[in-house]
């Protein structure tokens, strides 16, 4: 199954010049959506995990899914003022902006070895925000995994060349 055939694509949003690449239509898809979760855990079983974590929201969708399936406690990287409990926060760019995400300061253990789960990767401000976090709780990045890389905007290239790993189920063009 091509899971690129499932990805909707949306000219000038959320803004002009923006191509939105819509994963709402491979997971409105069963058959697609449980091979995309396939896939992640095939991509997974590369790296020794303690528990996976994911990027709000659209991320949540599969690394909750991932999570049940590999039996690992997930984690949840929030918008600020999501959580309730004391956070690590580390602010970051955004394709089109700034933005702040935080994680509980309980939810990641020292030398954790954490998968990091997102729906796609542009720039990759939000991936190493997330990377922040944990390296926050002084725990590391086992790898990133995600659905969709925006490959000329650099953000996966750009994590490999600061010493991450990371796979990428589906490759399309930013623009």
């Known amino acids: 199954m091509n899971l690129k055939d499932y990805i909707r694509s949306i000219p000038d949003y959320p803004k002009k010049g923006i191509l939105f690449r819509d994963i709402t239509t491979l997971i409105k898809d069963a058959d697609a959506f449980e091979e995309c979760i396939n896939q992640i855990i095939e991509r997974s079983k590369n790296y020794k995990i303690d528990k996976i974590a994911a990027i709000e929201s659209r991320g949540f969708v599969f690394a909750s899914a991932v999570s049940y399936l590999l039996k ?104």
């Not at 394709?95 to 995400?101: F, H, S, V």
């Not at 954790?112 to 729906?119: F, K, N, P, R």
């Open 72 to 175: 690992k406690p997930f984690i949840m990287f929030r918008k600020k003022n999501k959580l309730p409990a004391e956070t690590h926060s580390v602010d970051f760019e955004l394709e089109y902006g700034t933005a702040t995400i935080e994680v509980h300061k309980d939810s990641i253990d020292k030398d954790d070895s954490v998968l990091i789960i997102d729906d796609l990767i542009a720039t990759g401000g939000t991936a190493e925000a997330a990377a922040k976090l944990v390296e926050m709780s002084n725990a590391k990045i086992a790898a990133f995994v995600f659905a969709i890389n925006l490959f000329d905007l650099g953000g996966s290239d750009n994590l490999v060349k600061k010493g991450y790993k990371v796979e990428n189920l589906m490759d399309f063009p930013g623009h």
